[in-house]
Antibody
Framework: QVQLVQSGAEVKKPGASVKVSCKAS????????ITWVRQAPGQGLEWMGW????????SYARKLQGRVTMTTDTSTRTAYMELRGLNSDDTAVYYC?????????WGQGTLVTVSS | SYVLTQPPSVSVAPGWTARISCGGA??????VHWYQQKPGQAPMLVIY???DRPAGIPERFSGSNSGNTATLTISRVEAGDEADYYC????????????FGTGTRVTVL
């Protein structure tokens, strides 16, 4: 069965970077995009960006461009999302999801807390 | 950028029908997908391409899309349907290409 398993919770200081992983199984990894979505406490879903594991192409939300990098390692079927220059507004649960036009399978989420 | 507007909350008694709207300019020209999110859980796809149900989603969940409004309908509402619901569209010509609605909290009375 399709599974996306994310790395564990992180606590970071302002200005630091975080890298979250998302390991896929149960499907052809190169055949679907991986999207990253975040959700701040008590807030809605925010699309962060998308990476194509087949060719590495990416598309990022304009507000995050310059701070975010999304990559994949096809040998380990793992996607990564790195966010730099963290501030308190980046405190959120970060999700990866398998994507075409819709997001049909999601990871369990990774809580990233930014605090001094 | 493209905006999707949902009512913040909908309340419904068990056994009745809940309708959740998702408003967007000419949304009928786009495919709309719907997600259910229960507290502490990841979102789950419940409707895709306006009205298709993934395997395992009850027939009580249905969708439609016309004009400037897409609608998620939950028939014979159960206590377990209490959750946040989000609509979403994809359009490669938009920036950003993926957009979520503002979300609706469904409360079962």
């Amino acid at each position: 069965q399709v599974q996306l398993v994310q790395s564990g919770a992180e606590v970071k200081k302002p200005g630091a970077s975080v890298k979250v992983s998302c390991k896929a199984s149960g499907y052809s990894f190169n055949s679907y995009g991986i999207t990253w979505v975040r959700q701040a406490p008590g807030q809605g879903l925010e699309w962060m960006g998308w990476v194509n594991p087949d060719n590495g192409h990416t598309s990022y939300a304009r507000k995050l461009q310059g701070r975010v990098t999304m990559t994949t390692d096809t040998s380990t079927r793992t996607a990564y999302m790195e966010l730099r220059g963290l501030n308190s507004d980046d405190t959120a649960v970060y999700y990866c999801a398998r994507s075409i036009a819709e997001f049909d399978y999601w990871g369990q989420g990774t809580l990233v807390t930014v605090s001094s | 950028s493209y905006v999707l507007t949902q009512p913040p909350s909908v309340s419904v008694a068990p056994g009745w029908t809940a309708r959740i709207s998702c408003g967007g300019a000419n949304i009928e020209t786009k495919s709309v997908h719907w997600y259910q999110q229960k507290p502490g859980q990841a979102p789950m796809l419940v409707i895709y391409y306006d009205s298709d149900r993934p395997a395992g989603i009850p027939e009580r969940f249905s969708g439609s899309n016309s004009g400037n409004t897409a609608t998620l309908t939950i028939s014979r509402v159960e206590a377990g349907d209490e959750a946040d619901y989000y609509c979403q569209v994809w359009d490669s010509s938009n920036d950003p290409p993926y957009v979520f609605g503002t979300g609706t909290r469904v409360t079962v009375l």
